[in-house]
């Protein structure tokens, strides 16, 4: 495996045990989340533990939708968290709809506005001095670098160092310029070749059937587990499964994990899957 693959396994079993982790917190009934939602606004603090809880699987299903981004999905499910606890805390619990749902709103906008930002070449206002210089010098455009390092506490070597990026504008890519072309026009292509594209879709059809043989090789019990805990837009809890199947939600947990390590070895075995996984 190169430094890339090795990087995503360690992202991937960390999110595993997450997942897990989080698989262990009870789902709420309508009432139960309500009831919960009342106590949360009258102070009940452990009251909000269990509401958020209990919704952290919803995060990590939103959390999955940006993952192309080249942020790390750890920190994107931190923030979506933090989404989740503006939600609660704003959430009416006679409003006729349920926690997930207002939620929904809050988690992708932190979400966005975090993997957006994280994609900016350059960053401003990161410390309060930052923040202060720039509020100064767009209040009164002042140039000199004592004078606004007066203003803002920071050193005037530190101001030095930010003048060109406190003056400086920004860019629209879709700005002409004097020759007529746009600035979007220069910037080169991000998207694949047409052979690129056939490539990747190959490979994808390539593991869709490895993973419909899969399926159909392993036992139903395991193929349930998966479906239902992989494959489905709400996944189930261990503790259902395992009161389905009439065993513990631990051991439902150990033949998730054994059945998706598996799934694993077998795309890895596969002749033009290995370097894609």
């Keep these: ?7 995503s396994a360690i992202s991937m079993s960390a999110l595993d045990a997450y997942r897990r982790a989080i698989s262990r917190y009870p ?9 919960l939602a009342r106590r949360y606004r009258a102070g009940d603090r452990r009251a909000g533990d269990r509401l958020i809880q209990a919704c952290l699987p919803f995060v990590l299903l939103i959390a999955r939708e940006y993952r192309c981004w080249g942020v790390p999905i750890e920190d994107i499910v931190q923030q979506g968290n933090l989404g989740l606890l503006k939600a609660a805390f704003r959430f009416d619990p006679d409003r006729e709809c349920r926690l997930v749902t207002y939620a929904s709103y809050w988690v ?9 930002r994280g994609y900016r070449m350059v960053r401003l206002g990161t410390t309060k001095g930052e923040r202060r210089a720039l509020r100064a010098f767009r209040k009164t455009h002042e ?6 390092a007066e203003m ?6 530190a101001v030095e160092r930010l003048m ?9 890519v879709d700005a002409p310029t004097a020759t007529g072309a746009t600035v979007l026009d220069k910037l080169a292509s991000n998207d694949g070749t047409p052979e690129d594209r056939a490539m990747a879709d190959e490979r994808s059809a390539h593991t869709r059937a490895q993973i419909e ?9 395991e193929r349930t587990i998966l479906r239902e805990r992989w494959m489905s837009e709400s996944p189930v809890t261990l ?3 395992g009161e389905r199947f009439g065993i513990s939600k631990e051991r439902v947990r150990q033949l998730e994990e054994r059945t998706i390590a598996k799934l694993r070895d077998r795309l890895l075995a596969t002749s033009g899957l290995a370097e894609a996984c």
Excluded: C, H, K, T
């Design 213 to 221: 043989s899969f399926m159909r090789e392993i036992p139903a019990r």
């Design 1 to 7: 495996m190169g430094e890339n693959a090795v990087s």
């Design 152 to 157: 803002s506490g920071l050193s005037p070597a």
């Design 27 to 35: 789902q709420l009934s309508v009432q139960e989340e309500r009831e």
């Design 164 to 172: 060109p990026l406190l003056a400086g504008r920004d860019v629209s």
């Design 143 to 148: 140039m000199n670098a004592a004078r606004l």
């Design 239 to 241: 503790q259902r499964l």
């Design 108 to 116: 992708r906008a932190e979400i966005r506005e975090y993997v957006v």
